[in-house]
């Protein structure tokens, strides 16, 4: 599972809470940034997954031009005895820079494979209207 959220934590017990998933975002300018956004992710892996992953982001505009990338690496911790699954949750904070409106995404990759795609539509509010006196 990926989304952008308001806001999103992991507890000590490793319990994800998410508020606020969102598809759409105002801007009131351009070239503008939209602040604190909270990328929401929810690996899933099998035993054999347990260990250091490079996790990668890439913003996309809507003519498919990467507009800033983030790389890093992730954990994936050792289930209990018996359990095969392992969901390991992530929240990554970021600002997110835009160039313009339009449909744009954030790619994540895991181990240089693409795993998810997070789709997201920028625009700006109405102008408005000179008053009529």
Known sequence: MAALADHALVDSQGKLSVIGIWRHVVVPQLPGIHPRAHLVLLLSGRRE???????????????????????????????????????????????????????????????GIEAARVPFTVTQPPKQQPAVH
């Open 49 to 111: 997954d347990v260990g250091e992953h490079r996790v990668g982001l890439s913003l996309l505009d809507p003519t498919s031009v990467v507009r800033f990338e983030h790389h890093g690496m992730m954990h994936m911790p050792e289930p209990d005895p018996g359990v095969e699954e392992i969901v390991s949750p992530g929240v990554i904070v970021l600002d997110i820079p835009v160039q313009s409106v339009g449909p744009h995404a954030i790619a994540v990759t895991i181990d």
